[in-house]
């Protein structure tokens, strides 16, 4: 069970705009900031977004980040088959001196 | 460019020590103000951090795996370790190792930016 929650699945087809949500407590996303991870099949994990809704250099703008609260979420615009993948957020928990993640969105376009 | 490469044995038997190293290429382990974390990944599951070391030696661990784990550093080799005492199968993952990301001489010490291809660790006897 992780600490931070996501749904499991999300799905769009090419063009529309995707979110994906993810959940914690004041421990975490409560009271630090969030970062998001896309992983392709077969490949380590990938930075997408920073400090809540920072894009790395590199990062299309078509992907976003926002919080509010406990809680936040990715969005992707102008979905693309290559936007297929396993999407986590993670956070710094206070309580446990760690990060945590969540346990994953498989994001599939249809 | 840094580059982070893990190397260490695929196959570990129960209640023995998983031992993995972390190579860092195309700079200095001991520049900058980075954290160099160790990250795991069951087959088909979510990604669970283990914990990290910082330039200086400190180090900070997953309370759920603190009693198990030791992560080192050798700047004489540009590498960082991890050792995960007592294994069973529960330990069985791609085991990662990463760098902070610090653009612009601004760090995010709990965002991964740089990551290692990952190793496939079993535990089995």
């Known amino acids: 069970q992780s600490v931070l929650t996501q749904p499991p699945s999300a799905s769009g087809t090419p063009g529309q705009r995707v979110t994906i949500s993810c959940s914690g407590s004041s421990s975490n996303i409560g009271s630090n900031t969030v970062n998001w991870y896309q992983q392709l099949p077969g490949t380590a994990p990938k930075l997408l977004i920073y400090t809540n809704n920072q894009r790395p250099s590199g990062v299309p703008d078509r992907f976003s980040g926002s919080k509010s609260g406990a809680s936040a979420s990715l969005a992707i615009s102008g979905l693309q088959s290559e936007d297929e993948a396993d999407y986590y957020c993670a956070a710094w928990d206070v309580s446990l001196s760690g990060v945590v993640f969540g346990g994953g969105t498989k994001l599939t376009v249809l | 460019q840094v580059q982070l490469q893990e190397s260490g044995p695929g196959l570990v038997k129960p209640s023995q020590t998983l031992s993995l190293t972390c190579t860092v290429s195309g700079g200095s382990i001991s520049s900058g103000s980075y954290y160099w974390s160790w990250i795991r990944q069951p087959a088909g599951k979510g990604l669970e951090w283990i914990g990290r070391i910082y330039t200086t030696g400190s180090t900070n661990y997953n309370s759920s795996l603190k009693s198990r784990v030791t992560i080192s550093v050798d700047t004489s080799k540009n590498q960082f370790s991890l050792r995960l005492s007592s294994v069973t199968a529960a330990d069985t993952a791609v085991y990662y190792c990463?760098?902070?990301?610090?653009?612009?001489?601004?760090?995010?010490?709990?965002?991964?930016?740089?990551w290692g291809p990952g190793t496939m660790v079993t535990v089995s006897s």
């Open positions: 990463a760098r902070s990301y610090c653009p612009n001489g601004v760090c995010y010490y709990d965002a991964f930016q740089i």
